[in-house]
């Protein structure tokens, strides 16, 4: 195929410690906070409500501690001497009433954060899905499909709690401490510059702590990834086959064990730290009452001002209550510069750009100007992404035409650069110079959802989902009747197949189709194209894993879905290519040989070859002659 490998499932880097050390750094992404604010914005109005009961809860929760201190001054000890007992009534009503007013407002409160910050979530989640589908290919290849997946579950996951929670907590809380503030100062200005006294330095703390949790943040997150990316790889059937054939089942779960030791490190580093910042937190703030009667007692003694009972009460009961909202102020304060890590790993995913993507005004190919289901390539040269400068091309000056209705193959050895002309011809990656053209037009001119709506696939590696027949056929064509899924089946030689099934069209296939043979998914596989019914059809070694029996039928039905469309086919076996009109073959990137099957045996030259070798391997040694010769 031609194309770089990484390294291989046990290899490590030469230092990891480095290496997960650059990996779990936060991405710098620019104007992180007003990017997180935008997401917000479509629910403007329901933020507008939220804010609105939020200030008339904060309202609700100060003016009871101002009722006790009229409870106690003017109710129970009146200046006048006696109890009050109609005010004492009328006061006492007035608060189970306040506290009444203020759950209700929280249950609407709550309700309104919740649908809101869940909603964001869901947002974030599908726009980043949505930009995940449309990266080229080449992304996917260079990139674990278990860190896609934790980047967009674990990391929007983890965010979800503050997109549900922090704008209320943070303008309910606000609200509260000023208010509560307020009222302190209304009751006693002194007093309130004794209680207020110990915020700076809590405050210079308090960011020191959360850039620490933040960095720890990101670090879970990495591990986070490496779980998933384990998990995906081992458990998946083809992971379990082969941990299995190798006897590695230990070993795979020595490596989890060890991802997963590193998880629970980071997962206990992230709780604890700022513990012991918050325990000096709730030591002063509830220490503030004691320092207080301490101040009022000098105050009074010294006859500084008149200071009651009563303001002494309701000023520790303000007091008391300003430690909640403030203590939640700060571990919001913390969990906004945790999630900021989290925040800037999504948007780092955000951001990439598809190396592939249409151009302003790209044509559909029904309006390219050639015939429909022409392929062309015009002095390609092609080198893939993550290739190294020095390294040869994959392709290098690839000329040739398929015209509409024609079957064109390639063949040649493995490495070649076979199955990158498969790849470029819907531009799935795209030439580093020369020309592709469909159907007559370059294809960075054309709408690419266009040029695969006139493609079909047929992989060596065929992708079944763990879903029924039919559905896995319905991908093709989600509209199609049961009599068009039968007629294409029939077409592609598996519909009788399918009917012996007990639960015929309705036979569920198993993860990646495990459930049925190699030759059978391709056929599904083949038959899911004639669905589609497409004027190119590009098959890619389609037979090269079958037997010989499979490989016959195979090779009917791909024959019969072929018939009337462009067919470039990548073969391994020459066999199956034998009758087709062209056939190229590739070394090193380069076409070499051009012509029919009689035409390149003639000549001699490495087809020729080629067709010699494998008759050899198919006969097998003979008389007299040494195995292996």
């Known amino acids: 195929m031609g194309r770089p490998m990484g390294a291989g499932r046990g290899a490590r880097p030469i230092d990891e410690a480095a290496q997960r050390r650059r990996n779990a750094e936060a991405p710098r992404v620019p104007d992180l906070g007003r990017r997180v604010v935008r997401l917000f914005a479509p629910y403007r109005g329901r933020i507008a409500l939220t804010a609105l009961l939020v200030v008339v809860g904060a309202g609700l929760g100060v003016v009871p501690p101002l009722v006790i201190q009229r409870v106690f001054d003017e109710a129970l000890f009146p ?36 649908s809101v910050g869940n909603r964001v979530t869901g947002d974030l989640r599908i726009r980043m899905f949505d930009h995940l589908q449309s990266m080229e290919l080449g992304f996917f290849t260079r ?46 200005w002194r007093l309130t510059l004794i209680a207020l006294v110990i915020m700076p330095p809590l405050i210079v703390v308090q960011r020191r702590v959360g850039q620490v949790r933040a960095r720890i943040a ?118 906004v510069q945790t999630s900021a890590a989290l925040f800037a790993r999504i948007f780092e995913y955000l951001d990439l750009r598809p190396a592939i993507a249409n151009r302003p005004g790209a044509l559909s190919v029904e309006d390219a100007p050639g015939p429909l289901g022409r392929i062309e390539f015009r002095d390609v040269t092609f080198r893939y992404p993550d290739a ?11 000329s040739f035409a398929a015209e509409p209705g024609q079957h064109v193959a390639f063949v040649g050895p493995s490495g070649a650069g076979k199955t990158t002309v498969l790849y470029l011809t819907p531009r799935m990656y795209e030439a580093s110079s020369g020309q592709v053209l469909f159907s007559g037009a370059d294809v960075r001119d054309l709408d690419a959802s266009s040029i695969i709506d006139h493609v079909g696939i047929v992989s060596q590696e065929t992708y079944l989902f763990h879903a029924t027949i039919r559905d896995n056929l319905r991908y093709a064509k989600p509209d199609a009747t049961d009599e068009e899924i039968e007629r294409a089946c029939r077409r592609a030689n598996i519909h009788d197949k399918i009917a012996s099934f007990d639960q015929g069209y309705d036979t569920v296939v198993g993860e990646r189709g495990y459930r049925l043979s190699g030759g059978e998914k391709q056929r599904i596989a083949i038959a899911r194209v004639l669905l589609k019914d497409p004027p190119v059809l590009l098959l890619d070694e389609a037979t090269s894993a079958l037997d010989t029996v499979s490989e016959r039928v195979v090779q009917e039905a791909i024959d019969s879905a072929a018939h009337g469309r462009t067919t470039v086919t990548i073969a391994h076996r020459l066999s199956t290519v034998i009758d087709a009109d062209v056939i190229h073959v590739i070394e090193d990137g380069r076409i070499v040989e051009s012509g029919s099957h009689d035409e390149l045996v003639a000549r001699g030259g490495l087809y020729a070859r080629l067709a010699a070798e494998q008759l050899q391997a198919a006969l097998g040694p003979q008389p007299g002659e040494e195995p292996g010769r």
């Open 79 to 114: 200046a006048s001497g006696g109890v009050q007992l109609g005010l004492l009534a009328g006061l006492v009503v007035l608060m189970i009433a306040l506290y009444v007013a203020a759950a209700l407002v929280q249950i609407v409160q709550t309700w309104l954060t919740s």
């Open 218 to 335: 990101s670090e879970t997150q990495q591990s986070l990834s490496e779980l998933t990316a384990i998990t995906q790889e081992t458990l998946s059937v083809s992971g379990i086959l082969l941990s299995k054939s190798f006897n590695r089942q230990r070993a795979e779960s020595e490596r989890y064990a060890e991802e997963n030791a590193n998880q629970i490190r980071l997962q206990v580093r992230q709780t604890m730290s700022g513990q012991g910042f918050f325990a000096v937190v709730s030591v002063l703030m509830s220490s503030v009452p004691a320092v207080i009667y301490l101040a009022a007692g000098f105050l009074i003694a010294g006859d500084v001002g008149s200071i009651t009972a009563g303001a002494i009460v309701a000023f520790t009961t303000v007091q008391a209550r300003l430690t909640m909202p403030l203590v939640s102020l700060m571990r919001v304060a913390l969990e």
């Open 388 to 398: 190294a400068d020095d390294t040869a091309p994959t392709l290098d000056g690839v």
């Open 143 to 188: 990139t674990k499909t278990g860190v896609i997946q934790s980047r967009l579950q674990n990391d929007v996951g983890g965010v979800s709690g503050v997109l549900t929670s922090t704008v209320t907590s943070i303008l309910g809380n606000t609200v509260t401490v000023i208010a509560s503030v307020v009222a302190m100062a209304l009751i006693d």
